[in-house]
């Protein structure tokens, strides 16, 4: 998928690649703007308590740090959505900046993805598939698997080509 080009990191994506990559990043930046609850599971793990022991101190780190942490989520996530084609396939040349709010956006995007799927650390992401497709091929828990997986094999390409560019 990505590549090293000099300095650059570059892919290039099929016109399904471009909508998926536009649909999660978008849902993020929409969850991040429109749907930002605390008590929401996906909230939770992307801002965890800092100090889950003291609850007072923080919110009182939250209150200092979560409006920047959460500006910061949001640009990552414009970042795809800025350097992908408007509709179509097309390639994609990142810088190394570029290529690092990629990855936190993809790693945000997956961290929000295993939280409504369900995935843990022991989790077998091929068996859970397969499991998913047993049960109904055209589930949208298939199309979500799906996606998640796709998520960490880019995210696994882009930290591939980010690295042999430096």
């Known amino acids: ?61 939250r209150l200092y740090t979560e409006g920047d942490l959460k500006t910061g989520k949001i640009d990552q996530a414009g970042a795809i959505l800025a350097a992908l084609p408007d509709d179509g396939p097309g390639e994609v040349r990142l810088d190394g900046e570029e290529a690092e709010a990629w990855l936190r956006a993809i790693n945000d995007a997956r961290l929000a993805m295993g939280v409504r799927l369900d995935i843990r650390s022991d989790t077998d992401l091929g068996e859970e598939l397969d499991d998913a497709v047993a049960a109904d091929p055209t589930s949208s828990r298939v199309f979500q698997l799906s996606v998640y997986a796709y998520l960490g094999y880019l995210q696994e390409s882009l930290l591939n080509a980010l690295v042999a560019v430096r």
Do not use: W
Not at 9 to 29: I, Q, S
């Open 1 to 61: 998928m990505f590549r090293r080009h000099g300095n650059q990191c570059v892919a290039t994506f099929a016109v399904d690649e471009v909508r998926v990559l536009r649909k999660v990043a978008g849902e993020v930046v929409g969850l991040l703007m429109d749907g930002f609850e605390h008590g929401d599971p996906v909230v939770d793990r992307l801002f965890p308590d800092i100090y889950p022991e003291r609850p007072d101190d923080s919110a009182e780190f």
